[in-house]
């Protein structure tokens, strides 16, 4: 069982960056693949980044050489780094497991505005 705690969302212009944290408590996190999760208004939730245990990393494609993922076990810490973000990307980001699902935390709000 993991429990998360996201931070590091904002407003922010087009084009400019973002980096997000994820704390999680729990046990084993280090060998739970994990992702970054994002909920727009008016659409459904959608997986944006993923990291395995061992660092493999997969982004949809929307995403790709703009958002990058990655995690420290020792700390229980994952994070997005945004760059050249666009308002498409406004929404509420959480992070979670991919095939293991645990409660989502509150997440945190993405604006990407002028």
């Known amino acids: 069982q993991l429990q998360f705690v996201e931070s590091g969302g904002g407003l922010v212009q087009p084009g400019g960056s973002l980096r997000l944290s994820c704390v999680a408590s729990?046990?084993?996190?280090?060998?739970?693949?994990l992702g970054w999760y994002r909920r727009a208004p008016g659409k459904q939730r959608e997986l944006v980044a993923s990291?395995?245990?061992?660092?493999?990393?997969d982004y949809v494609d929307s995403v790709k050489g703009r958002f990058a993922i990655s995690r420290d076990n020792a700390k229980k810490m994952v994070y997005l780094q945004m760059d050249s973000l666009e308002p498409e990307d406004t929404a509420l980001y959480h992070c979670?497991?991919?095939?293991?699902?645990?409660?989502w935390g509150q997440g945190t709000q993405v604006t990407v505005a002028s």
């Open positions: 979670n497991g991919l095939s293991n699902l645990w409660s």
């Open positions: 990291i395995t245990y061992n660092g493999n990393t």
């Open positions: 729990g046990s084993n996190f280090d060998i739970f693949a």
